[in-house]
């Protein structure tokens, strides 16, 4: 067919490539995606958050199978179904955990109150592990040309690395997280594998540092700041990607990044912005319920008493709780839309990958793996993308 | 492009990710042909579509390796496959969110049955067997939080720490209490009055403050001293406990979940405690009466705290819900005094500066 004709004139020809070197686009239309996550959050709302795994599944089949290095899309294969069950089981095996954390932290109230606070540290550990399955079930539903990624490792060896690394980055402000990110992050490359391919991180916590220690000062010299908070941050997870996109490698394929330190910046802002739009219609909403609430038990000159009595009251309750699950919903909505999608599409777009033929002639293997590690994430929301 | 008969896409056979250029044939099934050798053959009925970016058809077979793919951007044949494979969408059917919304659906009801029938019931059952001293050890812990949320300074002055003993005393002896007890005044300027499980009730001075006359104090306590013996607060414990233990597991990370989950609780709690009100007021306008004394007093206080709309509200606190009948059943009785003052003018005006500094 020759009737094909570009309306703007000829399509603008990217610059040519280097041999064995190709690029990451991203084809997904942001009108699809906006559609896809507002009708997931509706029906979230109406399944009482059961629809999340469906949704959660949507989206990766949308960013994977929009995602192409070197002109071929990658495909996602997992199932919601799979998410569910994952989930049905994590449930089975965290509902004794629960039980007996419960039990031993009435035992240490006992003695001192609020004395179960550091039991959250065995949960945080638990999330941890939870990450790393999670990973290792979303890797072996990724394709590309017909092959998928794998995972081995443990992730009770990765949560007690975190957990350490994690005491460290406290202890000296801040000032260790390169290093723990390079470590965590060695960890994970070194057990991932594309077929026959095994990966390998080579980033080094020095190398981040370099490029991070000044915002690390800024953000300790403005004392966390309203206003520069959001500008730092942008900029530290654009440096941050991009050496993370550096140090990846798979067989002897590499990767290099252009991405700009301010790339993320304008989106952090419009999460910003859209939360204090959100939060402020929740509080008139909100405020509308409560006068309500005290109109229905006669007014009057306000005292503490009433105050406590009108918010009692179960419309005030119900809409109040209802406002707040919808605010909730949205803000996710919008998270999922700038810090899901459009951050995807700026860090793929950003990256040129080298000496691609030597993923030419990949044997597969790997095994595939439960959705335990997604399930257990889910119930201790730290789900990822 | 040649003739219409010439059918073409990339094939990846699962093993490698060795892309090949194929040219495709239908005769009994979807041959695959790699420059004029079948490679593979896919019977037409278990082709199925795999997910790719939108201009592409990506398929795979049930009965081929897992990720073997044929991948074809011609729409021409793209339209041809799809009238020879008709169940390219097997298992993907439309009604599919109408199921899940079904089953979601499913899934509240039952938990709401679940909290509404069961857990109260369970609760009923289970407050009954359980050991004293488990329910004191919940106690201990819950007692350590109450008195860190009201400051946790008991109010203990000699002479109204007396009257106080005497007036719990009395109300103990009438009421015939078999549980073991531990009655305390706390210096929170909240007007209220609760019972922990194992035994402990704690009267708030801003209760103090209000009251008007021994009657009324020895109402309020008195009715405490019946959720002691019912062993009611043990019974809400396991409830709360049960109820947010449910709905935390199920709801996991629903965002936000928990902040509605304790609104909710809270409403289910009222409407639990409303039958061990009415209980714990019967025994309490029991125990006045075996003293000899009107349980008036009681709803007087309660109307003086809760205000003139009484009628209208839900509770005051959550835990001590205020109703008409409540109400009724305390002005039905005459009012008529047999038996000799609960405690002195003296001890009374002992009781009233229990909290005041020594």
Redesign the interface.
């Known amino acids: ?1 020759n009737d094909t004709s570009f309306p703007f004139g000829l399509p603008p020809v990217p610059p040519p490539l280097p041999a064995g070197t190709a690029r990451i686009t991203f ?1 997904g239309e942001r009108r699809d995606f906006r559609r896809l996550v507002m009708r997931g959050a509706a ?2 709302l ?7 795994f ?1 949704l959660a599944t949507d989206m990766r ?1 949308h960013l ?3 995602t ?1 290095v070197d002109g ?2 990658a ?3 997992g199932t919601a179904k799979e998410l569910l069950i994952g ?1 049905l089981f994590a ?1 089975a095996i ?2 004794p955990i ?2 007996a954390y ?1 039990l031993i932290g ?2 240490a ?2 003695l ?3 004395a179960s606070v550091p039991l959250g540290l065995f949960f945080f550990l638990f999330a941890q592990f939870a990450i790393y399955r999670a990973r290792r079930y979303r890797l072996t539903r990724t ?6 990624f794998w995972m081995t490792g443990s992730g009770w060896s990765y949560a007690w690395r975190a957990g350490l690394w994690m005491l460290l980055a406290v202890i000296t402000l801040g000032i260790a997280m390169p290093w723990a990110k390079a470590s965590l992050e060695r960890y994970k490359m070194r057990h991932t594998s594309y ?1 026959d391919l095994q990966g390998r991180f080579v980033g080094t916590g020095g190398g981040l540092f370099k490029k991070v220690w000044w915002l690390w000062l800024l953000m300790w010299l403005t004392g966390f700041l309203l206003i520069p908070v959001p500008f730092i941050y942008a900029a530290m997870r654009a440096i941050e990607w991009r050496w993370w996109v550096s140090g990846i490698r798979i067989g002897e394929v590499s990767f290099t990044s252009d991405l700009r330190n301010g790339a993320f910046i304008g989106l952090y802002w419009k999460v910003i912005g859209w939360c204090v739009l959100l939060l402020t219609v929740l509080g008139v909403w909100i405020g509308i319920a409560f006068a309500i609430g005290y109109v ?3 007014g009057g000159t306000p005292t503490e ?2 105050f ?2 009108a918010m ?3 419309p005030v ?1 119900l809409m ?2 209802f406002g ?2 919808v605010a ?2 949205a ?2 909505t919008v998270i999922r839309i700038y810090l899901m999608r459009d951050l995807w599409q700026r860090v793929a777009h950003s990256v040129t990958v080298e000496n691609l033929t030597a ?6 293997q790997g095994e595939l793996v439960s959705a335990l590690g997604e399930g257990f994430a ?4 730290v ?1 990822g993308f | ?1 040649t003739a219409g008969t010439d059918h073409s896409g990339i094939f ?8 090949r250029s194929v040219t495709l044939r239908f005769a009994s099934g979807l041959d695959i042909a790699d420059q004029d050798t079948v490679i593979e053959s896919w019977p037409f009925d278990q082709v199925r579509r ?5 201009a ?1 058809l ?1 398929l795979s077979c049930t009965s081929a390796l897992p ?3 044929l991948e074809v951007s011609d729409p021409a044949t793209q339209g041809v496959l799809a009238a020879y494979c008709r169940s390219l969408d097997a298992g993907r059917s439309p009604g599919q ?1 109408w199921r ?2 079904a ?3 499913a ?2 009801c039952s938990i709401l049955l679940l909290t509404l029938f069961g857990i109260p019931l369970a609760a009923d059952r289970l407050a009954p067997v359980l050991p004293l001293s488990i329910e004191q ?2 106690g ?2 819950v007692d ?2 109450v ?2 949320l009201f400051g946790g300074k008991t109010c203990t002055r000699a002479d109204g720490q007396a009257a106080f003993t005497k007036l719990v005393e009395k109300l103990k002896d009438a009421g015939g209490i078999t549980m073991p007890l531990e009655a305390q005044v706390l210096s929170s300027s909240v007007p209220n009055a609760f019972a922990l499980p194992g035994g402990k009730v704690y009267l708030l001075a801003g209760l103090l403050r209000k009251a008007e006359s021994p009657d009324e104090i020895a109402g309020v306590l008195a009715h405490e001293l019946g959720h002691v013996q019912h062993r009611d607060s043990l019974r809400r414990l396991i409830q709360t ?1 049960g109820t947010s ?1 449910l709905i ?10 928990s ?2 989950v304790f ?2 609780r ?2 289910f709690d ?1 409407s639990y405690s409303r039958d061990q009100e009415r209980a714990a007021d019967t025994f309490a306008i029991d125990v006045m009466h075996k003293l000899g004394r009107s349980p008036k007093p009681l709803g007087a206080l309660l109307v003086r ?3 003139n ?1 009484a009628s ?7 835990s001590h819900p205020m109703s008409e009948d409540r109400l009724a059943l305390m002005s039905k009785d005459l009012g008529v005094n047999t038996g000799p003052e609960i405690l002195t003018a003296a001890e009374w005006r002992a009781l009233k500066g229990i909290c005041a500094a020594r």
């Open positions: 067919m084809s029906l979230e109406v399944t009482v958050g059961f629809y999340r469906w089949r994977w199978s929009n192409a071929d899309a495909e996602y294969t989930f449930l965290l509902a629960y039980l419960f009435l035992e109230e006992r001192q109150a609020f394709v590309w040309r017909g092959v998928r077929g229905s038990i006669g008493q009433k406590l009595l009692q009251q179960l309750l109040g709780g707040y699950i909730a919903l803000v996710g993923a030419d002639n990949v044997a597969a889910n119930s201790l929301d789900a | 492009m990846l056979d699962g093993r490698s990710n060795r892309k795999a997910d790719g970016p939108p592409m990506r990720l073997a793919r969110t899940i919304v089953w979601s659906l899934a509240v050890r919940l201990g812990a350590k939080q008195k860190f406990g233990f935390g597991l199920l709801f996991g990370d629903v965002t936000g979940g902040a509605v609104a909710g809270s409403l009222a705290v809760t205000g709309e209208k509200s839900i509770a005051l606190l959550a």
